[in-house]
Nanobody, 122 residues
Framework: QVQLVESGGGLVQAGGSLRLSCIAS????????RGWSRQVPGKEREFVAA????????HYADSMRGQVTISKDAANNTIYLEMPNLRRRGTAVHYC???????????????WGQGTRVTVSS
């Protein structure tokens, strides 16, 4: 069973930045695509960004493009989400995800982490 462990969340003032990390317990066909989703309080979970195993291909939700950057350290089975210039609407629980396909990561990932909370204060 693949385990995904997120870190890097916390409390940050508006205008600040955070970098989230997620390490996977193993690499397999099932984790070829990795990604991030988030859940804003009172709303459903939504896709944020995805990245292929080799880091060559990335895909962002339209609403997140230009606001965050996903990257990968394949050697360490770790992906990152850079979030600069955070705003209060960025308050959310961020989940690391993994799936065999990009479509799966975007729509219904098979593997999920426990989530890391990002709180942006004014």
């Amino acid at each position: 069973q693949v385990q995904l462990v997120e870190s890097g969340g916390g409390l940050v003032q508006a205008g600040g930045s955070l970098r989230l990390s997620c390490i996977a317990s193993q690499h397999s066909d099932d984790t070829y695509w990795r990604g991030w989703s988030r859940q804003v309080p009172g709303k459903e979970r939504e896709f944020v960004a995805a990245i292929s195993w080799n880091g060559v291909v990335t895909h962002y939700a339209d609403s997140m493009r230009g606001q965050v950057t996903i990257s990968k350290d394949a050697a360490n089975n770790t992906i990152y989400l850079e979030m600069p210039n955070l705003r209060r609407r960025g308050t959310a629980v961020h989940y690391c995800t993994a799936n065999a396909s990009m479509h799966g990561v975007v729509t219904k990932a098979r593997h999920w982490g426990q989530g890391t909370r990002v709180t942006v204060s004014s």
